[in-house]
Nanobody
Framework: QVQVVESGGGLVQTGESLRLSCAVS????????MGWFRQTPGTEREFVAA????????SYADTVKGRFTISRDNAKSTMYLQMNSLKVEDTAVYYC?????????????????WGQGTQVTVSS
């Protein structure tokens, strides 16, 4: 059984940083694309960042480009999201997602496994 577990969320003030982690078990992520999505109450889940299987391609939503950095360590079966210069509008539940394919994509429908989410709250 594939398990996807996010961690690292919390309550911070504007301008501060958080590092989210996503640990995957039950399947080798070596050749799988992965991504981060976020969702606030009353909204659809939106794309944040994606990374392909070997970290050669990364993509970011315009809203986070320059502030967030996605990375992965396949040997540790873990993906990360470094979130700097956090803004109030970054407040959301952040979800880790894993594909059954290698590319970095922004469409949530192209991901197959999802974590339970971790809450990020940014206060002013």
């Amino acid at each position: 059984q594939v398990q996807v577990v996010e961690s690292g969320g919390g309550l911070v003030q504007t301008g501060e940083s958080l590092r989210l982690s996503c640990a995957v078990s039950g399947r080798n992520i070596l050749h799988l694309g992965m991504g981060w999505f976020r969702q606030t109450p009353g909204t659809e889940r939106e794309f944040v960042a994606a990374i392909n299987w070997n970290s050669s391609r990364k993509s970011y939503a315009d809203t986070v480009k320059g502030r967030f950095t996605i990375s992965r360590d396949n040997a540790k079966s873990t993906m990360y999201l470094q979130m700097n210069s956090l803004k109030v509008e970054d407040t959301a539940v952040y979800y880790c997602a894993v594909r059954n394919a290698a590319a970095a994509v922004a469409n949530s429908a192209l991901y197959n496994y999802w974590g339970q989410g971790t809450q990020v709250t940014v206060s002013s």
